[in-house]
């Protein structure tokens, strides 16, 4: 299971997760059939195939089960990051959306911070304090992870918010507006001393038809 990466926190989509652990109990189940299954009971009396079945099955309802728990447990807020979001009420409202929507992230919006106030937008998290008192604001909200929305942050500002997380031992994220059919094509790149994300190039396969 932990070369099937069954044991790693990033999620997996649920048949992605149930296509793992079959193949991680074929092949557990033929090392033991290799390796000294011929003494076992279960092997002698031909059930090995039986137990083959009830291990995935018990082992899928489990992991799904708990996939559910664990859900429901991240809607209320409860196993995901009390998160603050920095930017404005519009930008802060677009990410807080996009976490609610996917219940799986691990982040919850708890507020958000900025340089200034600025307008409410609606969706947009409670907005709890300036930028400049990120370290009270993170301390009293006990916050765990830090999510920068805003576009407008200078070199300096974002220097002090990582320093920061790194110092909190904080989750710290940026947040990249790129259409999602583009997330497989990108790559960092330094530009002279700038840091860009670079878009492949589509690669076309098959042959074209004539017309």
Known sequence: FHASGLYASRHLSSSEE????????SVGAALLMIFGAGGLPIASEGRLGFAFVMLVTLEVVTRLSWRRYGRSLRV?????YRTVIVGSAHDAAFVAQSLTEDDRSGFYPVGRIATDPGADAAGAP???GLLADATRLIDEWSVEAI???????TNT????LQQLARREGLAFRLVARVPHMLTNRLTL??????MTVAVRP??????????
């Open 18 to 25: 149930i296509r793992r652990v079959v193949g991680a109990t």
């Open 76 to 80: 209320k807020g409860l196993l995901a």
């Open 126 to 128: 409670p907005y709890i």
């Open 147 to 153: 999510i920068v929305a805003s576009p407008t942050l």
């Open 157 to 160: 500002e974002l220097g002090r």
């Open 189 to 194: 790149q330094r530009v002279g001393p700038l």
């Open 202 to 211: 589509a690669e076309l396969t098959g042959t074209p038809e004539a017309e």
